[in-house]
Structure formats: structure tokens, C-alpha cells
């Protein structure tokens, strides 16, 4: 059947089989290998993605872990801690015994496993700079501190000067 047709017909059918086979390789072959490879190069984007989520999650957790050790060792360094006499002698560091007002103990909280121990203290006529040292030296201590309420206002006679009533309060683990 091929041999009665004519050169110019046998070669147009040559062509156009080369056109199919062409077509069905690009389509069964080419296509499908480069949407594949397409999906793929997605994945892995993505699960670039996700690998950098995960160690970022890891680094926060890290530093969470190392928080709580941190606050573990402050709350069990806290066992023998006087939070009165602390305070008292903080303050008399800070700014002048004259400027300690009062100090009144809070009544003492429980929870869960944690004793908590207040007291709240009234400073006169001291400078903001004092104000700053002495939160700087609670947030600093070896103990578990935690300032639970600030008020400041600032003098009539002497605007650069500050009345200051604090609460801090200490933790402790309950025996």
C-alpha cells in the first residue's frame, strides 16, 4: 500500500507520522516529566519552608528552656530569702533611708506549688534615676522578684523629683 503511493505522497505521511510520533512523546513524555518536575521543585520550596519554621521553632524553644532554667534556679536560690529585709536594704542603697515612707507586708499567696510574698513600699522625693536603679536591682536579683504594681507622681515642690509606691512580690517553691 505504502509502495503504490507516489514520492510526494510518501513523504508528506513521513512528515506527518513524525508530527504524531512528535506530538504523542511531548505529550506522554515531555509533559507529564516537566509538570512533575515542576510539583516537585514545589515541594521542596515548601518544605524548605517548613524546615525553617521548625528551626526557628527549635531556637525559641531552646531559649524557653533556658528561661524556665533560669527561673528554676532564681525560685530555688530563693529558699532562704528574706524579701523584707532584701527590700529594706535596697532601698537604703538606692536612695536614702529618709525616703522609705513605709513598708507594709501583703498578705501571703499560694499557687500551685509557689508561695508568693509581697510587700509594698512607699518612696519619697527621689529621682527618676533611682527609680530605674532600684527596678534594675529587683529584676536582677538572685531571687524570683517580680515588681506587681508601680505608681509614680511627680512632686509639687519639686518637679524633678518623684513619690514612688511599689509592690514587689518574691516566689518560692512550697516546702
Given at each position: 500500500m505504502i509502495s503504490q503511493l507516489s514520492q510526494r505522497d510518501r513523504i508528506a505521511?513521513?512528515?506527518?507520522?513524525?508530527?504524531?510520533l512528535a506530538t504523542v512523546l511531548y505529550l506522554?513524555?515531555?509533559?507529564?516529566?516537566?509538570?512533575?518536575?515542576?510539583?516537585?521543585?514545589?515541594?521542596?520550596?515548601?518544605?524548605q519552608r517548613q524546615l525553617q519554621e521548625v528551626q526557628a521553632m527549635r531556637q525559641d524553644y531552646l531559649q524557653l528552656q533556658q528561661r524556665v532554667a533560669e527561673a528554676e534556679k532564681r525560685l530555688d536560690s530563693g529558699q532562704a530569702f528574706s524579701l523584707f529585709s532584701f527590700v529594706e536594704g535596697l532601698t537604703a542603697e538606692v536612695a536614702a533611708k529618709g525616703n522609705l515612707v513605709y513598708m507594709r507586708p501583703q498578705p501571703a499567696g499560694v499557687q500551685d506549688d509557689f508561695k508568693e510574698e509581697s510587700v509594698e513600699i512607699k518612696l519619697e522625693k527621689i529621682r527618676l534615676d533611682q527609680v530605674v536603679n532600684l527596678l534594675y536591682r529587683i529584676d536582677t536579683a538572685k531571687a524570683y522578684l517580680k515588681v506587681k504594681n508601680l505608681r509614680l507622681k511627680p512632686r509639687f515642690d519639686d518637679r524633678t523629683e518623684l513619690d514612688a509606691v511599689l509592690t514587689i512580690s518574691s516566689f518560692r517553691r512550697n516546702a
Open positions: 505521511l513521513a512528515a506527518g507520522g513524525l508530527v504524531v506522554a513524555v515531555f509533559e507529564p516529566y516537566r509538570e512533575g518536575t515542576a510539583r516537585l521543585d514545589a515541594q521542596i520550596a515548601t518544605r
